[in-house]
């Protein structure tokens, strides 16, 4: 009997209505390998890991263990059998702290009732220690980083002593640094010979860290290939079927008057005593992509929140086309020519539980194109989402009927996307807005955004992917621990300099106007 696989996915097929998710698939996982799972959005490498995880029962196929076929009927027959999940929307109570979210489901406790976290909080912090995982226990979830979210997700899983590791998406949410830390820490779990399954669609990650990689195109079985014989060309053809462009096409931008001044803004931090964002001033002119370059948690959501309505400054003044806006609502903000394609989508960007069509005109359904007397046009609003879900190439089961939260990750995103851009802003504010996207899909949003900028229109990017920031933007704003600590020109500067900046181990003085 041959046991060189801990893991065998044998030709699994998965209906939902209106789509084949996976039709045919078998994926191998040999023990003490870092294996790699990729696709495009919706490519079924989600619903795969989710059928292992006992989320889905497959239509056909089987699975086995160690080469015994095994029935996983749900996460806790997954648990049993040493099957641990990072999601890709990480699964955390937001009220609990880091130690209740590792313990949840397997509480320990002392006499009678009670719980006792002493033991479980030394294990912990092993844990954390031995993986170069750190978070603090005692945090509630709702207040720290996404990294550190993710962190507590990994500390779930050794917690529980699983040996057979999903990551779903893990690096779409982390910052350069938090991004090497996680390689890191997966060459580390496989050295103490756990198994890893790492879905992704960045190319740099597969090359760094996997021993192999299995390909899925529509739900379809592409193949499987050693790294070592492979490069980031072949891969990427094998998962798009076609050539993908890594560079982005844009002329010199021609920057027009001022769009957006922002005076002075400070707000306050939602999570320590400090301000989050300190006396920040700058101005976004029309014609030029302006990009937040920044580590995660250093001020930029708490800025964006302030920009878009989401939050109140404690002092400052927002000046968008000469009117101060500083105490407009979000929807005046909306209406005045902002967009806002959020950092969370699934938070602030989507009604998960309204179909796709709704979700199109969350701003607008008040138009008299989609309204009468109060009554929603429902035939404009279906034309509409039908034009928008050809024009961006967003794929889900039952079109524009759709209800948002079945869709993947990345189609969720291009629904976003859409819909902010559409509106035709004046100012595009563009929050992480390739994150959990495919190279195909990150290559078209590009696109988009220079398009933006070339028909006149300013656009406030913030990106922590910085390949993305020296690619896209005319203009880089540095922000660290709240404060912009450079600006600088990604024709003139390498990704290592720009790296010091975001470490806070370089400043300069940023001019309020350009």
Same mark, same amino acid.
Request: negative net charge; proline residues 2%; glycine residues 8%.
């Given at each position: 009997m041959n046991n060189e696989y801990i893991i065998e996915m044998l030709n699994i097929t998965k209906e939902f209505p209106g789509i084949r998710a996976n039709d045919n698939v078998t994926l191998q996982l040999k023990k003490g390998e870092i294996h790699a799972l990729l696709g495009e959005n919706g490519a079924g490498k989600s619903t795969l890991m989710s059928i292992l995880f006992g989320l889905y029962q497959p239509t056909s196929g089987i699975i086995k263990k160690n080469g015994v076929e095994v029935k996983i009927n749900n996460p806790n027959d997954a648990n049993a059998l040493n099957i641990g999940m990072v999601h890709q929307h990480f699964k955390l109570v937001e009220c609990f702290t880091v130690l209740e979210n590792i313990i949840l489901g397997v509480e320990p406790t002392a006499a009678g009732p009670f719980l006792s976290t002493k033991d479980a909080r030394a294990k912990v912090m092993d844990l954390s220690q031995k993986y170069g995982l750190s978070v603090n226990p005692d945090a509630l979830i709702s207040d720290i980083t996404v990294g550190m979210q993710q962190r507590t997700e990994i500390l779930k899983m050794l917690y529980r002593?699983?040996?057979?590791?999903?990551?779903?998406?893990?690096?779409?949410?982390?910052?350069?640094?938090?991004?090497?830390?996680?390689?890191?820490?997966?060459?580390?779990?496989?050295?103490?010979?756990?198994?890893?399954?790492?879905?992704?669609?960045?190319?740099?990650?597969?090359?760094?860290?996997?021993?192999?990689?299995?390909?899925?195109?529509?739900?379809?079985?592409?193949?499987?290939?050693?790294?070592?014989? #492979?490069?980031?060309?072949?891969?990427? $053809?094998?998962?798009v079927g076609r050539d993908v462009k890594f560079e982005v096409d844009k002329d010199e931008a021609k920057p027009k008057e001022s769009v957006l001044k922002i005076k002075n803004m400070t707000v306050p931090s939602k999570v320590h005593k400090n301000n989050a964002v300190k006396n920040v001033s700058f101005n976004v002119r029309?014609?030029?992509?302006?990009?937040?370059?920044?580590?995660?948690?250093?001020?930029? #959501?708490?800025?964006?929140?302030?920009?878009?309505?989401?939050?109140?400054?404690?002092?400052?003044?927002?000046?968008?086309?000469?009117?101060?806006?500083?105490?407009?609502?979000?929807?005046?903000?909306?209406?005045?020519?902002?967009?806002?394609?959020?950092?969370? $989508?699934?938070?602030?960007?989507?009604?998960?539980?309204? #179909?796709?069509?709704?979700?199109?005109v969350l701003q607008r359904y008040w138009e008299p194109q989609f309204q009468k007397a109060g009554f929603i046009k429902n035939g404009a609003v279906r034309d509409y989402a039908l034009k928008l879900i050809d024009q961006y190439d967003v794929r889900s089961g039952q079109g524009p009927v759709t209800t948002v939260r079945s869709m993947s990750g990345g189609n969720q995103q291009k629904a976003i996307i859409a819909r902010e851009i559409d509106k035709d802003p004046d100012l595009l504010v563009a929050v992480q807005p390739t994150r959990g996207l495919d190279v195909g899909a990150i290559e078209y949003i590009h696109k988009q955004l220079v398009a933006q900028r070339d028909k006149g229109k300013a656009v406030l990017l913030v990106s922590l992917e910085l390949e993305e920031v020296m690619n896209v933007s005319d203009r880089i704003l540095v922000m660290y621990e709240g404060e912009l600590v450079g600006q600088l020109d990604p024709k003139q500067i390498t990704v290592q300099e720009l790296g010091l900046y975001m470490a806070g181990a370089k400043r300069d003085e940023v001019p309020a106007e350009v």
């Open positions: 002593d699983n040996d057979i590791l999903i990551f779903d998406e893990p690096t779409a949410v982390l910052t350069p640094q938090e991004i090497e830390e996680l390689m890191k820490i997966m060459k580390n779990l496989a050295k103490e010979g756990k198994s890893i399954l790492f879905i992704t669609h960045k190319l740099n990650e597969i090359m760094e860290v996997s021993d192999r990689c299995t390909i899925l195109r529509k739900g379809k079985y592409m193949g499987t290939v050693d790294i070592a014989n #492979t490069n980031k060309e072949e891969l990427s $053809r094998l998962m029309a014609g030029e992509i302006v990009c937040i370059a920044g580590i995660d948690g250093n001020g930029q #959501t708490e800025f964006v929140h302030a920009l878009t309505g989401l939050e109140k400054m404690s002092e400052g003044h927002i000046e968008f086309k000469g009117v101060d806006i500083s105490h407009s609502s979000i929807r005046e903000r909306s209406k005045s020519g902002m967009s806002h394609i959020p950092e969370d $989508r699934h938070k602030h960007g989507l009604v998960l539980d309204y #179909t796709l069509e709704q979700n199109m």
